[in-house]
């Protein structure tokens, strides 16, 4: 590319389409040219991309791309997506960067990024905030029996119905990320202690709002001390299972387990098992092995289980904050400077 040719710049997800203010694009290089389709794939493709990359099935699945998309791609230089094709080397021979909207890239694994020598980049960081609300609204639920409060509101039953306090207990995160961080600010103002594991763990190693951090080897020793526990981590081929049977056996009886991790970090027979025998007093499941969670998983019985559909992150304001963090990233990669959120595609996280 000269001095004179357009930077390409493709935005492929809808809901950008609104946020995009060319005037802020250009005042980083007046080369940049915008150009905005539609690309997204449903719930099962993913899921399917994410657990199969290599899955010759893939392809059935995938929704058809029109001339515009080919066309947009056979020009970029830089892709903004939540979804992207397969082979994305064969369909942008000038790409060189990804921004995905999302802090999920599992089902980047089926393009073949790598092949091309294109950077991922994700938006980790930027749902932290509103998921971390979440997790503490849900442990707060757990914990004062909400849904058994309003079960007696439908049955028109006043009767006295207690929780119990949350103040004094322990909180365990396993992923101290974005999300976890975040976690650990909001939920140590009830006045708990909170651990956590961290994957990078090193021997004297601190964190804010954290009263005592571990490495992955002190998971099982972790889980033995708190009333709560929360799975943030990175879903990789390292933390596949890595909540299973053991797992629960080790956490205290009547704790509680909130998931807003990935499905495939979780034995979810285990879970139902943990919840049904009365080991874990309650959970919280956002993500599922198999989304969408099919209407004949056992999970959706489970009476002391609450569900929500991938749904953790609000999202009012959560695509202008993506579109900032694009912005930001583009100036850095104009300027040759490093990006932010740099995915090492051979681990996925």
């Given at each position: 590319?000269?001095?004179?040719?357009?930077?390409v710049?493709?935005a492929s997800?809808?809901?950008?389409?609104?946020l995009?203010d060319?005037?802020r694009?250009?005042?980083i290089?007046?080369?940049i040219e915008?150009v905005?389709?539609?690309y997204?794939?449903?719930?099962?493709?993913?899921t399917?991309?994410?657990?199969q990359p290599g899955?010759p099935?893939?392809a059935?699945?995938a929704?058809p791309?029109?001339?515009?998309?080919i066309?947009a791609?056979?020009?970029a230089?830089?892709l903004?997506c939540?979804?992207a094709p397969?082979d994305?080397?064969?369909?942008?021979p000038?790409l060189r960067?990804?921004q995905?909207?999302?802090?999920?890239?599992?089902q980047f694994?089926?393009s073949?990024?790598d092949r091309g020598?294109?950077?991922?980049t994700?938006?980790a960081?930027?749902?932290?905030?509103s998921?971390?609300?979440?997790?503490?609204?849900?442990?707060v639920?757990a914990w004062?029996d909400f849904?058994?409060?309003?079960r007696?509101?439908?049955?028109?039953?006043?009767?006295s119905?207690?929780?119990?306090l949350i103040m004094?207990s322990?909180v365990?995160?396993?992923?101290?990320?974005?999300?976890?961080?975040a976690?650990?600010?909001?939920?140590k103002a009830?006045?708990?202690d909170v651990?956590?594991?961290?994957?990078?763990?090193?021997?004297?190693?601190?964190?804010p709002?954290?009263?005592?951090?571990?490495?992955?080897?002190?998971?099982?020793?972790?889980l033995?001390?708190c009333?709560?526990?929360?799975?943030a981590?990175?879903?990789?081929a390292?933390t596949?299972?890595?909540?299973?049977e053991?797992?629960?056996?080790?956490?205290?009886?009547?704790?509680?387990f909130?998931?807003?991790?990935?499905?495939t970090?979780?034995d979810e027979d285990a879970l139902?098992?943990?919840?049904?025998?009365g080991?874990?007093?309650?959970?919280?499941i956002d993500?599922a092995?198999a989304?969408?969670?099919?209407?004949?998983?056992?999970?959706?019985?489970?009476?002391n289980l609450?569900i929500?559909?991938?749904?953790?992150?609000?999202?009012?304001?959560?695509?202008?904050?993506?579109?900032?963090l694009f912005?930001?990233?583009l100036r850095?990669?104009?300027?040759?400077?490093?990006l932010?959120n740099?995915?090492d595609?051979?681990k996925?996280?």
């Amino acid at each position: 590319m000269t001095m004179a040719d357009p930077l390409v710049v493709h935005a492929s997800y809808p809901d950008l389409a609104k946020l995009v203010d060319v005037s802020r694009l250009t005042a980083i290089d007046p080369r940049i040219e915008m150009v905005l389709t539609s690309y997204v794939e449903n719930t099962e493709l993913r899921t399917a991309k994410r657990l199969q990359p290599g899955s010759p099935d893939l392809a059935a699945m995938a929704p058809p791309l029109d001339d515009t998309y080919i066309d947009a791609m056979a020009r970029a230089e830089v892709l903004f997506c939540l979804d992207a094709p397969l082979d994305l080397p064969a369909l942008g021979p000038h790409l060189r960067w990804v921004q995905a909207v999302g802090s999920g890239v599992g089902q980047f694994a089926a393009s073949g990024l790598d092949r091309g020598n294109i950077t991922l980049t994700n938006a980790a960081g930027v749902g932290a905030p509103s998921i971390a609300e979440f997790v503490v609204g849900v442990i707060v639920a757990a914990w004062k029996d909400f849904p058994g409060i309003a079960r007696l509101q439908r049955e028109h039953t006043w009767k006295s119905h207690y929780g119990r306090l949350i103040m004094g207990s322990t909180v365990g995160i396993v992923g101290l990320g974005a999300i976890g961080a975040a976690v650990a600010q909001r939920i140590k103002a009830f006045g708990v202690d909170v651990l956590a594991i961290r994957r990078s763990f090193e021997p004297g190693m601190t964190a804010p709002n954290v009263d005592e951090l571990f490495g992955p080897a002190s998971l099982h020793d972790m889980l033995a001390r708190c009333d709560t526990v929360v799975l943030a981590a990175a879903g990789t081929a390292e933390t596949e299972n890595l909540i299973g049977e053991a797992e629960f056996a080790a956490m205290k009886r009547g704790a509680v387990f909130v998931n807003v991790a990935r499905g495939t970090m979780v034995d979810e027979d285990a879970l139902v098992a943990a919840l049904r025998s009365g080991h874990l007093r309650a959970a919280a499941i956002d993500v599922a092995r198999a989304e969408p969670l099919p209407s004949s998983s056992p999970l959706w019985d489970v009476e002391n289980l609450m569900i929500s559909p991938h749904s953790s992150p609000s999202q009012d304001r959560y695509f202008e904050m993506v579109f900032d963090l694009f912005l930001d990233n583009l100036r850095r990669y104009v300027a040759g400077e490093p990006l932010r959120n740099v995915i090492d595609q051979s681990k996925g996280y």
